[in-house]
């Protein structure tokens, strides 16, 4: 990775953003979705009167696309439109609150096993190959079981604290090969605090790493959540996507209203390669192997 203080990484991010296709197609778009997440409520109540689009009876039952209902209505005379408005809301909340409390977790660890080595290092490795092999799957069914009414906050709690031991290790691996650069050497016979050297001279230069990861993180938990909410496991009347495909399938919208599976399907889609096209860009632009430079 290039090496740049922190003020200069903040200076150029727009910079950097600008010039990569790929970098301004991927947060272009992820920034639309986040904005009609965002005004999903608003827009819902002014489509429907102020009624939820979640709620039983808001449109006639099996409705046929129209203005008032794009999608349609189901069984249950539930607006389909608004609640795919409101699953790109909840899923997105989910997905970056999950990966904010994961990246966090993980790049502490992974900087203090890291920077530190020896022992700390060891029984801190240790720790996270522990829940590398983990059965996920099995605990949250366990806890689903046990806490039938997960929040939105406690099932993004719940994601992230599972979800954060691969990215730690990876951070591991890179603060262990960036504190033995030559920067760092010198910050240290400078005297510098070891917090002045992983703030000042580590962070900046793992930045982009980290961002890269927490956009993973994103993605994994948006996809572990559509596959619990699939299964029907989760908030049992919080809309995600994840809940839409549910309903979907079981209550027979994939035989009577196929294109409702294919938009949210393709939403999801949407969600996840605007985040990859965001890693992709950071790679191009951080990555010195990608842009063909040696020596940094």
Known sequence: MINVSLNVFFSRIWTIV???????????????????????????????????????????????????????????????????????????????????????????????SGYSGGFI??????????????????????????????SLISLSI???????????????????????REYVKLAKMNMLSDLEIIFF?????IMPYIFIEFTNMVMGSIFAETGLRLIGIGPPMLPTL????????????LTTRPYVVAVVVSTLALIFISLNLLNIGLEEEFNPRLKKVTGL
């Open 18 to 112: 600008g010039r990569n296709l790929k970098l301004k197609l991927g947060l272009s778009t992820f920034i639309v979705l986040c904005l009609i997440g965002f005004l999903a409520p608003y827009i819902n109540y002014y489509r429907l009167g102020g009624k939820n689009p979640h709620e039983i009876g808001v449109g006639d039952r099996w409705e046929t696309p129209s203005l008032r209902f794009p999608l349609g209505t189901d069984e249950y005379g539930r607006d389909i439109f608004g609640m795919l408005l409101m699953g790109i809301r909840y899923s997105l909340f989910i997905g970056i609150l999950a990966g904010i409390l994961g990246i966090f977790i993980a790049v502490i660890l992974g900087f203090i």
């Open 158 to 180: 719940l994601l992230a604290a599972f979800g954060w031991s691969g990215s730690a290790r990876r951070i591991r691996a890179q603060v262990l090969s960036l504190k033995e």
């Open 201 to 205: 001279e580590l962070m900046p230069n």
């Open 242 to 253: 994840g809940y839409l495909l549910n309903i979907t399938i079981r209550g027979g919208l």
């Open 121 to 150: 290092d060891h029984v801190l490795r240790t720790f996270m190959d522990s829940f590398l092999v983990i059965p996920v799957w099995p605990i949250f069914m366990t806890i689903a079981t046990y806490i039938p009414k997960l």
